[in-house]
């Protein structure tokens, strides 16, 4: 510029390259969410939660009921925290798009917060009205998911340390009388197997009660959700649903006190032995452990629950550790034609395969990798599904 010459495309292009460069340090300002003070925040709401817990437990409250109900209201408080951070977030983002214009929107699109990616800040000012106003609009369309996300993250990073103290490891729970339900050949299709050949579809035998222990195990679980042992899903990918948690290896006498029938204590001993025969005949990559609680999944047919397509961990997904799924099902005279409510198991990424799915049989089990087999439930037509899900978990990466 100096010697009065005219700048070449290489030019243009260096300085093209430095002045978006430059706009991303503003965009990064204004797309930040402070999610270490958020996690601040969440000891003296457990503490708060504790104390009620306790109070609670005076008053005759079973203990797991009273943890359940404090472990939903620490949810909810973060939430309410971490709404107010994305709002302002938000806010942020089209203020810094409509004043920065084209270099706003390419470092936004550079960051990977543009929604959708291909907007473009170009032609006359009522094109740009209407990119700023797609741009709104995808926000708030997408601000529940993206506030269930950032509370569930929020909430796993700040309880790690206590949570992880809480998992012993899978051969602390093994029980001889489960060794038949998951054979050596299985173990290793679980842990090598592509697509829908790494997922367990499993009807033990002998079963993992008997009818009538299963039906006790059923009308003891029903009568925890009529009595409020299960919440509303807060996941708008699962509206309708509802869910609760149980021990996931408790005492006969100690399911006693949380009102569970000794068939339904068996069942969640048994499930939880499981794992054990995962690491024992598959040598698992990581160390695994078992959670201390495990959820009961509840699809009313008059709500018309689902869930849609997803994965139970997603690639990268801060302090998921969830490794593989179990799911049994604890429907009595399950009639698919009728009740509806299947599984539906999608091949991988790259497959072609079209989906399978699998009725929610009573006793059935089926095992699959937690972040590579993306699944669905579909709607429950009529009855009660009653499924038991147990998430185990690896230590470390």
């Known amino acids: 510029a100096k010697m009065g010459a005219e700048p070449t495309a290489g030019c243009r292009a260096d300085w093209r390259w430095f002045r978006e460069r430059a706009f991303l340090r503003p965009c990064l300002a204004a797309t930040n969410v402070d999610e270490v003070a958020l996690r601040q925040i969440v000891p003296r709401i457990m503490n708060d939660q504790d104390d009620e817990m306790k109070r609670q437990m005076r008053r005759g409250v079973p203990q ?40 706003a929107f390419r470092a936004l699109q550079a960051i990977g917060v543009l929604h959708p990616p291909w907007l473009k800040w170009e032609g006359g000012s009522k094109r740009r009205k209407d990119a700023l106003r797609m741009f709104s609009a995808c926000l708030e369309e997408t601000r529940v998911n993206r506030d269930y996300e950032l509370t569930s993250r929020v909430v796993r990073v700040a309880t790690a340390k206590q949570y992880d103290s809480t998992r012993p490891p899978p051969e602390a729970l093994a029980l001889p009388e489960v060794n038949h339900v998951i054979s050596a050949a299985d173990a290793q299709r679980l842990r090598y197997g592509k697509g829908f050949e790494g997922v367990l579809v499993i009807d033990p035998q002998p079963a993992f009660l008997t009818p009538d222990q299963m039906r006790s195990a059923f009308e003891t679980l029903e009568r925890r959700i009529v009595n409020g042992g299960t919440k509303v899903s807060g996941n708008p990918c699962n509206v309708g649903a509802h869910h609760g948690f149980l021990p996931a290896n408790p005492s006969d006498e100690e399911g006693k006190k949380q009102g569970l029938c000794p068939a339904t204590c068996l069942l969640l001993r048994r499930m939880s032995a499981l794992p ?122």
């Open 64 to 103: 797991q009921e009273a943890l359940q109900a404090a472990c939903v209201q620490i949810k909810e408080q973060v939430g309410r925290y971490c709404s107010a951070a994305l709002l302002q977030r938000d806010t942020a983002m089209l203020r810094f798009a409509e004043q920065g214009g084209d270099d």
């Open 276 to 397: 054990a025969l995962i690491a024992k005949h598959a040598g698992w990559p990581r160390p695994l452990a078992v959670p201390a609680l495990m959820q009961l999944g509840y699809y009313p047919a008059q709500t018309g629950a689902q869930y849609q397509v997803h994965l139970d961990r997603q690639p990268n997904e801060v302090g998921n550790k969830r490794e593989i799924t179990f799911l049994i099902y604890v429907n009595t005279g399950w009639d698919l034609s009728v009740n509806g409510g299947s599984l539906r198991l999608f091949p991988d990424v790259d497959g072609t395969d079209d989906p399978i799915d699998v009725t929610p049989a009573s006793g059935r089990l089926v095992v699959f990798r937690s972040g590579d087999q993306r699944h669905a439930v579909l709607p429950c037509t009529h009855g009660k599904r009653l499924a038991l899900t147990l998430w185990v978990e690896y230590l470390a990466d």
